[in-house]
């Protein structure tokens, strides 16, 4: 049972524009930045988006990050089939004294 | 660019202590702005921080609750590297270890070093 919760799979259509929700609490989400991480099939996860909204450097602006009080969300708009995997979220839980992460999100390009 | 190498073997056997280490280029480990994470990922229990060491004037360790009793993470500033320890180990220890670092974030990652505990 992961710390964060995000919904286990999403999907669009090539070109169309994708959300991924990610959940927690006030000792978590509500206290600290969050970050997003993608992990390509068969890969190493790779940081995509930290303190809330940031993208280091060669990530495309087609991916956005955004918080709200304990919860975040991700944005992928024009989707491309090489946007297919998986996307945690996490952040540092002050009473757990931990990085915490999200289950996971399994994204589909149909 | 920060570049992590991992080493250690991939299988150990139950009850026996798993060994990795973590070599750093484009940083140093006694980086006032940096931590040395080691996360896990497994099929069941996803993406795991276990923990990290870091130095802001002298020496840190956190390390999680769920193996605070087995763990040990150790700078060494002669070889500039960190390395993992995690005593009597157990099958659902297996897992991919990563070490992890960034100034705040999980920037960087290593390769990922396959570990089963098996007999």
């Known amino acids: 049972q992961s710390v964060l919760t995000q919904p286990p799979s999403a999907s669009g259509a090539p070109g169309q524009r994708v959300t991924i929700s990610c959940s927690g609490s006030?000792?978590?989400?509500?206290?600290?930045?969050v970050s997003w991480l993608q992990q390509l099939p068969g890969t190493t996860p790779k940081l995509l988006i930290y303190?809330?909204?940031q993208r280091p450097s060669g990530v495309p602006d087609r991916f956005s990050g955004s918080k709200s009080g304990t919860s975040a969300s991700l944005a992928i708009s024009g989707l491309r089939s090489e946007d297919e995997a998986d996307y945690y979220c996490?952040?540092?839980?002050?009473?757990?004294?931990?990085?915490?992460f999200g289950g996971g999100t399994k994204l589909t390009v149909l | 660019q920060v570049q992590l190498q991992q080493s250690g073997p991939g299988l150990v056997k139950p009850s026996q202590t798993l060994s990795l280490t973590c070599a750093i280029s484009?940083?140093?480990?006694?980086?006032?702005?940096?931590?040395w994470n080691w996360i896990r990922q497994s099929p069941s229990r996803g993406l795991e921080w276990l923990g990290r060491?870091?130095?802001?004037?002298?020496?840190?360790?956190e390390y999680a609750v769920s193996v605070k009793n087995r763990i040990t993470i150790k700078p060494d500033t002669s070889k500039n590297q960190f390395s993992l320890q995690l005593n009597f180990v157990i099958p659902e220890d297996t897992a991919v270890y990563y070490c992890?670092?960034?100034?705040?974030?999980?920037?960087?990652w290593g390769q990922g070093t396959l570990v089963t505990v098996s007999s």
């Open positions: 303190r809330n909204n």
């Open positions: 060491t870091y130095y802001r004037s002298k020496w840190y360790n």
């Open positions: 006030s000792s978590n989400i509500g206290r600290d930045y």
């Open positions: 996490a952040t540092w839980d002050d009473s757990l004294s931990a990085w915490v």
């Open positions: 992890v670092t960034g100034d705040g974030v999980l920037g960087f």
């Open positions: 484009g940083d140093s480990v006694s980086s006032k702005n940096a931590a």
